[in-house]
């Protein structure tokens, strides 16, 4: 289906033609037309598949039409971060060259300087408002921002924004606004939590699900079966043969995150890191590099895996397993958008095959296993159900990282009896046994632990009865 089936406005063609959009992706194509007749509406879909112009051009376009009122906020998207604020913001200038709206993105970790201008931003009435729930909040509790005219509602990622423990904000706000609005949720999954959010704020909602959460189809997905000690070698591998540009590689800490950054600079690689310990500033500085190319690799947390705008993305590598199914969708989703092709590789030690089995499972797909350079030695075996399975393939450690079995190893192995215990006493058996020679058996004498000393007069003789 192509964008111009849509009875869009002109300004709208005019920058969707600008953009090179032709052909709708299947969320547009299910979701505009419901969304232009007004319709709440929730849509359930994975990450780069075009929500974002999904429900901006059906925004836009009610506003060519006129009718709303000028130097008012019409419009609020919420975001759950700030890089996809960022890459919302952008995507309107896109959408807007050729109409009279205005936006603002409005989110924290800024400075003075980028606070002031979205204030003016907001005293101006910016049409559409960007924003991350936190700082969206503050600005309403300081009276920065009047909500009263808002026609139209948007939470993009609402499991992400849930997961982070926005909830209370986005309901705080949602109760900021006009009842009358058209309400729009977008998210990759349809947890229960979502399902109670859609109740709360959404007016008999028409629901459009595809692919729930599942990689797209140009994703090629791969596995090592390794040793922690064998990833970095399995990196070196990689690129021995493949082009180092347009990779990103996820870790599950940001400690993580900085320790293999170092390594691998220490190899020769051109590596930038993302993690939340970085302030704003040193965050676009580091995706500017990158989508300038003048870094081939940037090392990351899950903070990079929603919401950034880059097409082009050759590898994502995960170098732990994502204990999330969720979180391992989004990963791989940063390649192969925009219907091109891209690989996936996930390293998979003996203490996450249960966690990738798991995925695997999710996903009713079995990921190809590659087998090792023969210079890393031998790999794991990998039996994700396997039972007793320990740290390093052993048997299973109780509590305390006691090994079960393990005490008494050496008495198995030298063929002496286990010494039976003996029974503990109760109240049918005797706790003292009668002696058979000398004094054995016999109960000692408590020791007293404390004697009162005798009353003496002032003679210091002790008096009678005592």
Do not use: W
């Amino acid at each position: 289906m192509y964008f111009t089936d849509f009875d869009f406005e002109d300004e709208v063609l005019d920058a969707l033609d600008a953009m090179r959009f032709e052909t709708c992706t299947p969320i547009q194509e299910q979701t505009i037309q419901p969304l232009m007749d007004g319709r709440d509406l929730i849509g359930v879909a994975q990450t780069g598949t075009g929500k974002t112009a999904a429900y901006l051009l059906p925004v836009l376009n009610k506003l060519c039409k006129g009718g709303y009122p000028d130097d008012a906020v019409n419009c609020i998207v919420m975001a759950p971060t700030r890089e996809l604020a960022q890459q919302i913001d952008r995507q309107l200038e896109g959408f807007t060259y050729f109409m009279p709206f205005s936006s603002v993105a409005v989110y924290g970790g800024n400075d003075g300087q980028r606070y002031e201008q979205e204030l003016r931003g907001m005293a101006k009435g910016a049409d559409i408002i960007v924003a991350t729930p936190g700082r969206l909040i503050s600005h309403i509790n300081l009276g920065n921002v009047d909500l009263s005219h808002v026609s139209f509602f948007i939470l993009d990622e609402a499991d992400r924004m849930l997961d982070m423990g926005f909830y209370n904000d986005i309901m705080t706000i949602a109760s900021k606004l006009p009842k009358e609005r058209q309400t729009m949720l977008f998210s990759a999954t349809m947890p229960q939590e979502i399902r109670k959010l859609a109740a709360n704020i959404l007016t008999d909602p028409l629901q459009i699900t595809l692919s729930l959460a599942k990689p797209a189809d140009g994703i090629t997905q791969e596995a090592y079966v390794c040793h922690e000690g064998q990833k970095m070698g399995i990196i070196k591998s990689i690129f021995e043969n493949e082009s180092t540009e347009r990779v990103i590689l996820f870790a599950s800490r940001k400690s993580k995150v900085k320790d293999i950054s170092i390594a691998l600079k220490k190899r020769g690689f051109n590596v930038g890191e993302m993690h939340s310990d970085l302030g704003q500033a040193e965050r676009d500085e580091i995706m500017f590099r990158y989508k300038s190319r003048k870094i081939d690799i940037i090392v990351a947390t899950d903070i990079l895996a929603r919401g950034i705008d880059i097409d082009d993305i050759r590898i994502v590598i995960n170098y732990d397993v994502p204990r999330d199914c969720d979180d391992y969708i989004h990963r791989v989703g940063r390649t192969a958008r925009a219907n091109t092709k891209g690989r996936a590789i996930t390293f998979v030690s003996v203490e996450d095959q249960q966690y990738f089995k798991r995925i695997e499972d999710f996903m009713e797909q079995e990921v190809t296993k590659i087998p090792l350079p023969e210079e890393l030695g031998e790999a794991p075996e990998y039996s994700p159900t396997k039972e007793n399975r320990g740290k390093h393939g052993g048997n299973r450690r109780g509590k305390g990282g006691r090994t079960h079995g393990r005490k008494d190893k050496s008495r198995r192995e030298s063929g002496k009896p286990k010494a039976k215990k003996e029974p503990q006493a109760t109240q049918a058996t005797e706790k003292i046994k009668p002696a058979e020679n000398g004094n054995e058996g016999k109960r000692k004498p408590q020791r007293r632990r404390y004697h009162r000393r005798p009353k003496r007069d002032k003679g210091g003789n002790v008096p009678a009865g005592e």
